[in-house]
């Protein structure tokens, strides 16, 4: 009997060792297949040149090249891991600025913001040794303006020689009361501003990217329980989305509407209040001017080449198309300003003008919020707080249900 119950136990004991082997051995598995992971970013700068060197778990491939206006250097590698602090290596040297994050489903970037011209003199990557794990090591040497400018164009011939970029067509102009007429659902597409390698604006705790990510996802969910309306999001993730693909998504939606959300950073810590923004090419003031050039920098913060784009589209049905588009916009922020009164603190002039790019579809009305100023701490709170998104939200609700109602409808359509 005694040796029988030693015998379970050792087969017991037995399992347990395969179950733990094959517990460890799918970890080792599964720890292999994962996206190399960036542990840490070093910076050191000497009179000859400015080194950056990113520790990682495992090899990676890479791809570099430089752009102007203003001067920066681009590293694609595939997705990788980045660490969570974004001011983990501080700027010095030939760096201004670094900044890093997902770029496309397959791709992550780095972005060096150049304090003066330089070139890559020399980037390679190193094996583990005495003690130090696998290593992307970039050199950097000053050069002239004319040289750096040179580099710049050796780089775009490079690119364009592997592959020339399919010019987008434009999708047809629809009519706009076509849908309403069949009685489908209005579609809404809510935009997260920024993402990826784009933060946007910073808060002592908060990123803007993250802040209108989940912003957009609480905004999406209640429109969705109405069952009124098709709801899209231009992201749901933290990847980065060119401006101009923002557009263009809500246009492949065939959008009633689209509503980019955001939120501002400024140097005067008292300001907050959230504010509305719809398109013109004269700004209503010299804030809104500057708001717009800053969050339209947001192609350049990631490395955009503005040379690779199509260009923009311009012709009189486009003209025509888009002073109906502004009117019904404008019509939209009004009614969002009155909603969200006493939901959360107003800028004053809340409802302003300016040339976001990413309000210039032709044929979608279309905003732009700002929530707040992540840079005033009682916003910033706000901001971070789920109680408050799904206030906000609300009013949020109601005011596109007041912009679709039958009524408001009616009166357009006299
Ligand atoms: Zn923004």
Redesign the pocket.
């Known amino acids: 009997m005694a040796n029988k119950t030693t015998f379970l136990r050792f087969k017991r004991s037995i399992w347990q060792v395969f179950a733990h082997v094959f517990v460890v051995s799918l970890f080792l598995a599964s720890s292999v297949s994962a996206a190399p992971e960036v542990s840490s970013l070093r910076i050191g700068a000497s009179k000859e040149r400015t080194r950056l060197v990113l520790d990682m778990t495992q090899n990676v491939s890479f791809k570099i090249f430089s752009l102007d206006n203003p001067r920066r250097v681009v590293i694609d590698f595939p997705t990788v891991v980045w660490p969570s602090d974004d001011n983990s290596a501080k700027a010095q040297g030939l760096i201004n600025k670094i900044r890093f994050g997902h770029f496309t489903d397959t791709q992550s970037r780095l972005v060096i913001d150049l304090s003066r011209p330089a070139v890559v003199a020399k980037s390679f990557t190193l094996a583990p040794a005495s003690g130090l794990p696998h290593r992307f090591v970039i050199d950097l040497t000053e050069t002239s303006a004319s040289k750096f400018s040179q580099q710049v164009q050796d780089d775009r011939a490079k690119k364009q020689s592997v592959a020339a970029p399919a010019p987008q067509p434009e999708p047809e102009l629809k009519s706009p009361s076509k849908r309403r007429e069949s009685g489908e659902k209005p579609v809404i597409v809510i935009d997260a501003?920024?993402g990826g390698v784009d933060p946007?604006?910073l808060g002592r705790h908060a990123r803007?990217k993250n802040v209108?990510l989940a912003f957009a996802r609480e905004y999406a969910r209640q429109l969705r329980n109405t069952g009124r309306y098709e709801v899209y999001l231009t992201r749901n993730r933290d990847i980065y989305i060119p401006l101009r693909q923002r557009v263009t998504i809500a246009r492949k939606h065939d959008a009633d509407l689209f509503i980019?959300i955001?939120?501002?950073a400024i140097e005067r810590k008292s300001v907050r209040g959230m504010s509305i923004y719809t398109l013109s090419e004269t700004a209503s003031d010299h804030e809104a001017a500057a708001l717009a050039r800053?969050?339209n920098r947001?192609d350049i913060i990631a490395g955009i080449d503005f040379d690779d784009q199509p260009r923009e589209v311009a012709n009189i049905l486009i003209d025509l198309a888009q002073r109906e588009t502004k009117n019904l916009s404008v019509e939209f922020a009004k009614i969002v300003v009155n909603e969200a009164r006493g939901a959360t603190r107003l800028l004053d002039r809340t409802h302003r003008f300016a040339g976001f790019r990413v309000l210039k579809a032709p044929d979608v009305p279309s905003v732009?919020i700002?929530l707040g100023f992540l840079t005033n701490s009682s916003d910033e709170k706000q901001l971070s707080s789920s109680a408050w998104r799904k206030k906000l939200a609300e009013r949020l609700v109601k005011s596109v249900n007041a912009y679709f109602s039958p009524n408001r409808v009616a009166r357009l359509a006299r």
């Open positions: 501003g920024h946007g604006a803007e209108t980019s955001h939120a501002d800053k969050e947001s732009l700002e």
